[in-house]
């Protein structure tokens, strides 16, 4: 059975960091893209981040310059690389697998406030 699990919200101050993690169990992960996406309360799914089997990866302009993505096939996992944090990226982060099937983990929230 294949499982994805998000890791590492919080609460964090305008201007802090916060890297997030996401790990793949029952599957190679090494295979397959990652995305990255958020929805803020009350808004629509958005794209964030994504990265390729090879590790290209694209941002989204909002967030270009602030966050980066990067994988670690060995381990099953990918990480959100946030800094510069915003009140604007208040949101809940999830990761997706894009495999044929195409997993979501339930996401983590990040809150940026002071």
């Known amino acids: 059975q294949v499982r994805i699990e998000e890791s590492g919200g919080g609460l964090v101050q305008p201007g802090g960091s916060l890297t997030l993690s996401c790990a793949a169990w029952?599957?190679?992960?090494?295979?397959?893209?990652w995305h990255w996406y958020r929805q803020a309360p009350g808004k629509q799914r958005d794209f964030v981040a994504r990265?390729?089997?090879?590790?290209?990866?694209n941002i989204t302009d909002s967030v270009k310059g602030r966050f980066t993505v990067s994988r670690d096939n060995a381990k099953n996992t990918v990480n959100l690389q946030m800094s510069d944090l915003k009140p604007d990226d208040t949101a809940v982060y999830y990761c997706?697998?894009?495999?044929?099937?195409?997993?979501w983990g339930r996401g983590t929230q990040v809150t940026v406030s002071s």
């Open positions: 990265i390729t089997v090879s590790g290209y990866t």
């Open positions: 029952g599957i190679n992960a090494g295979l397959y893209p």
């Open positions: 997706n697998l894009l495999s044929p099937v195409g997993y």
